[in-house]
């Protein structure tokens, strides 16, 4: 099984830099996924994470630590668009064609002006 | 480009009916396609994994039997809820494997789900 954890609700104001964590247990591990997702959309690609380290892309980056299971998506200038939902996704098939991934509770991003 | 598509965007049925949900890539082929279920302010759950040309592969306590997958070409996987209950209520989306450039691995896009509401 899997158990992904990050926070439920965060807060945070324009212009301003918010982090938001990812902690998972996972038996197998092929790397972690960060998506975006207003409300009754479908969720859209921000990155990729598979080997320790960070990942810049623009205004958003993204940290992994596999040996303490731990990641972060750090968001910078943050714009009021931003407000949405974010997942964080574990991909447990190593060397599989499957690809499949497991999801957490994903966390609710409000910016205010 | 990496386009999915869904239909329809929602729909509503009386109880006891089956649906039947389209998932497309548009720009791509995808020999897999993944069906996800998510009951509002719950993270999407995932149902099965759709092969092209083989049995989907269900997760654990999903009846195959109610959740009718076919995967019949590269660009096309439906989704049929058969007998549909109450219960059955979600928003129920589906995402296509993709190449990521620089030949990482397969990242998943997502359609823009379906809305099914059961009477």
């Known amino acids: 099984g899997q158990n992904i954890d990050q926070p439920t609700e965060m807060t945070a104001t324009e212009g301003a830099i918010v982090q938001i964590n990812c902690t998972y247990q996972t038996s197998g591990f092929n790397g972690l996924f960060w998506y975006q997702q207003h409300a009754g959309e479908a969720p859209t690609f921000l990155s990729y994470n598979v080997l320790d380290g960070l990942e810049e892309k623009g205004r958003f980056s993204s940290f992994l630590s596999r040996s303490k299971g731990y990641s972060y998506l750090l968001l910078k200038e943050l714009q009021m668009k931003d407000s949405a939902s974010y997942l964080c996704?574990?991909?447990?098939?190593?060397?599989?064609?499957?690809?499949?991934?497991?999801f957490g509770r994903g966390t609710q991003l409000t910016v205010w002006p | 480009g990496a386009v999915v598509s869904q239909h329809p965007s929602w729909v509503i049925c009386k109880s006891g009916t089956s649906v039947k949900i389209e998932c497309r890539s548009l720009?791509?082929?995808?020999?897999?396609m993944f069906w996800y279920r998510q009951f509002p302010k719950q993270s999407l759950m995932l149902m099965a994994t759709s092969n092209e040309g083989s049995k989907a592969t269900y997760e654990q306590g999903v009846e195959k039997d109610k959740f009718l997958i076919n995967h019949a070409s590269l660009t096309l996987s439906t989704l049929t809820v058969t007998s549909a209950h109450p219960e059955d209520s979600s928003f129920y989306i589906c995402?296509?494997?993709?190449?990521?450039?620089?030949?990482?691995?397969?990242?998943?896009?997502f359609g823009p789900g379906t809305r099914l509401t059961v009477l």
């Open positions: 996704a574990v991909s447990r098939d190593r060397g599989s064609t499957l690809g499949r991934l497991y």
């Open positions: 720009d791509f082929q995808a020999t897999t």
């Open positions: 995402s296509a494997r993709a190449g990521l450039a620089g030949g990482r691995t397969d990242t998943q896009y």
